[in-house]
């Protein structure tokens, strides 16, 4: 768990779950939206997969991103409601 904790440690890769948990989306169109190379994005993203974060579909040439499943989209949600409440 502390390995798992430690990797969502990073700026950008919360940045791209935070898209992801609105809706998929390619390589290109978070490069474009994060203001990162997609190179970046796209070494962001093996690691998201790696961690079983992020999953994808081809259609065509494009790959499109989306999160892995529910549990990681309740485990962001819960996070985001848990940094937003009022002490």
Do not use: I, P, W
């Given at each position: 768990m502390a390995e798992f904790?430690?990797?969502l440690g990073d700026a950008?890769?919360?940045r791209i779950l935070?898209?992801?948990a609105k809706k998929e989306l390619c390589?290109?169109?978070l490069a474009a939206v994060l203001?990162?190379?997609?190179?970046?994005?796209?070494?962001?993203l093996r690691n998201l997969r790696a961690m079983r974060?992020?999953?994808?579909?081809?259609?065509?040439?494009?790959?499109?991103?989306q999160l892995h499943d529910?549990?990681?989209?309740?485990l962001y949600q819960?996070?985001?409601?848990?940094?937003?409440e009022q002490e």
């Open positions: 904790f430690s990797f950008n890769r919360l935070s898209l992801l390589v290109s169109d203001n990162m190379s997609e190179s970046a994005v796209s070494h962001q974060l992020v999953t994808y579909r081809k259609q065509g040439r494009n790959v499109f991103y529910s549990h990681v989209l309740h819960a996070v985001a409601e848990h940094l937003d």
